[in-house]
């Protein structure tokens, strides 16, 4: 699949996700450096992957699932890059972030590969928001046309309320 990085055509590496499919399992690192498996996590899934929490657009968009996703029942946001850990940990806490769970793919690209989100001669996460529901299904994915831009919120927390 092909997106833009600022303006910039790039073939991203990995699996493409389409709905209807299993979600598959990955494996991360929390910000305490613990182990993170998808297994995990029961009840619905919004998967941000982003590619640096650092930056405008990727600090937005995850204030705004930590305030609008993470309201909803039944429903877990895990928000992935390439950040460290430390990093992560540390932006979390200066935004106030608390409702959504932030890990890293940065040792093993798990994530990036399984889920066909991996940015190459970059090293960083494309934008994509992924949809499971309470079975793994993947029930709505967007991989963000440019990776600089904002994702379709509304149509991610629909694709959650439903």
């Not at 991203?12 to 996590?41: C, P, R, W």
């Not at 600090?59 to 705004?64: F, N, S, T």
């Not at 959504?100 to 793919?105: E, K």
């Amino acid at each position: 699949m092909k997106v833009t990085f600022a303006g910039n055509p790039v073939e991203l590496q990995g699996n493409e996700v389409k709905v209807g499919q299993k979600g598959a399992i990955f494996n991360a690192v929390n910000n305490d450096l613990s182990q993170f498996s998808l297994s995990s996590i029961q009840g619905r899934k919004l998967i941000v992957a982003v590619p640096s929490l650092d930056t405008s657009v990727c600090d937005a968009e995850v204030r705004r699932f930590n305030k609008e996703a993470a309201a909803l029942d039944n429903t877990t946001v895990i928000t992935i890059s390439m950040d460290l850990p430390f990093a992560q940990a540390r932006w979390c806490g200066a935004a106030g972030i608390d409702k959504v769970i932030t890990v890293s793919d940065h040792k093993d690209r798990d994530f990036a590969f399984k889920y066909g989100a991996y940015l190459p001669n970059v090293g960083l996460l494309a934008r994509a928001i992924f949809v499971l529901d309470e079975h793994n299904t993947v029930t709505y994915v967007e991989y963000v046309s440019e990776v600089t831009s904002h994702p379709n919120y509304e149509s991610a927390l629909a694709a959650l309320k439903n």
